[in-house]
Each structure stands twice: as C-alpha cells, then as structure tokens.
C-alpha cells in the first residue's frame, strides 16, 4: 500500500507545455544569438540563473539582454520573445491534479522567474477563470524563495516549510536532475518523459 500522502509537481515539461526552441529563434530576429550551450540545455549566461533565482531585477535581465543583441530591440519585445517558449496548460492535465487533489496534498516547486511567471497565471486566469496556485496547498517558485532545482536546499526547504515527511512525499519533474536532486532527501521520486503524467498512478497505487 502506498504511504505517499503529499504530491510535489514541476511545472514546465509536466503541467505547461514548453516549446524552448521559440524563445531561442525569437531572439535571434531581435539579434540575440547563442544563448544556450551546444546541448541545448543549459544557458550560456548567469543572468538567466540569477534571474531564477531573484538575483537581479527585470529591467537588470532584460538590460543584459539587450546588450547580447546586434539590433536595438525594446525591453517589450524581448519580453515577448522571452515569453514565447510558454504554450498551453491543457485541461486534461488540470482536471488530473483536481482528481488528485481529492485523495493528497498537492504542491508546486518551479523553477521560474517573475516575467514567465506572470505570462502563465495570466494566461491561466483568461483560460479557466480561475488561479493556478489554488490547485496547490503552496506554490513555491524559485525566483520567490532564493533557491533553485537541483539544489538539494530547495527540496529541504519544502519539507521544512509545508511540515512534510520525505518518505510520504512524491516529487515529480521532467528533468532527471531535478529528480536526483529530490532523492537525495529522501524524497521518492516520477520522471516524467513525453507528459506522460497517467502513469503517475501506477507509483501511487504501489
């Protein structure tokens, strides 16, 4: 019989769809070239990470932007090219959190910042006429709280913060950083490959 009684979700990857490679072409129309390394993955900057984080401020982030670019593009329309990696949150998967928060607790842990995190609530609120963080007993966002995935600290905080035991506890995220990052404080872990969140079940009903 399962022991897990509280959920924590990544967003980007599981709940919101994601399309990175938008942001990347986007930003080359305004003359800002190789912002991500040859992976893919991973950013060439540490602004992007400090963003994160809460480091810098918007107008710092975007300023830094604005210096990488060859053109003379507005802080507005870097803003739009930024935001253009963030797609749909589709209402299968919301109506699968509600059914899931009937029998557990439900968290978010993201790894954002403060301009994709307004695209997203607004963007949910004119879909479902609703707010995105009342699914979530706390949604915790990683440019509010300092820290960020893989972090073992960020996954110390959660449990310190909402009172929760690692082993009754599920993190489930679409990077398998993230998902080590998670293991080692003990929290059992679902990595999600392709939003195949379904099979979620399968590890609940173990």
């Known amino acids: 019989m399962s022991t897990i009684k509280n959920i924590v979700f990544d967003l980007g990857g599981v709940i919101m769809n994601l399309d990175v490679p938008k942001t990347i072409e986007a930003f080359k129309k305004l ?6 390394n040859e992976t893919g993955h991973h950013y060439q900057y540490s602004f992007f ?30 803003i739009q090219a930024w935001n253009a990696m963030i797609l749909d949150m589709p209402k299968e998967r919301i109506d699968f959190l509600t059914d899931l928060g009937k029998n557990y607790t439900l968290f978010l842990l993201s790894n954002t910042n403060s301009i994709h995190q307004k695209e ?45 035991i690692a082993a009754e506890t599920l993190f489930v995220d679409d990077a398998i950083s993230n998902i080590e990052g998670a293991k080692k404080v ?5 990595h999600v490959q392709h939003y195949d969140t379904i099979n979620i079940l399968k590890v609940l009903n173990q």
């Open 31 to 36: 003359g800002i070239q190789n912002i991500v």
């Open 120 to 164: 997203y609530l607004d963007t949910f609120k004119n879909s479902y006429n609703s707010s995105f963080n009342d699914i979530f007993k706390k949604a915790y966002y990683s440019h509010e709280i300092g820290i960020r995935k893989p972090d073992e600290a960020i996954f110390n905080f959660i449990l310190e913060d909402s009172n929760l």
């Open 49 to 78: 990470y400090d963003f994160e984080i809460g480091k810098i401020s918007e107008k710092y982030f975007l300023d830094s932007l604005l210096n990488l670019s060859e053109k003379s593009p507005s802080h507005q329309e870097i």
């Open 186 to 190: 003990g929290i059992k872990t679902y």
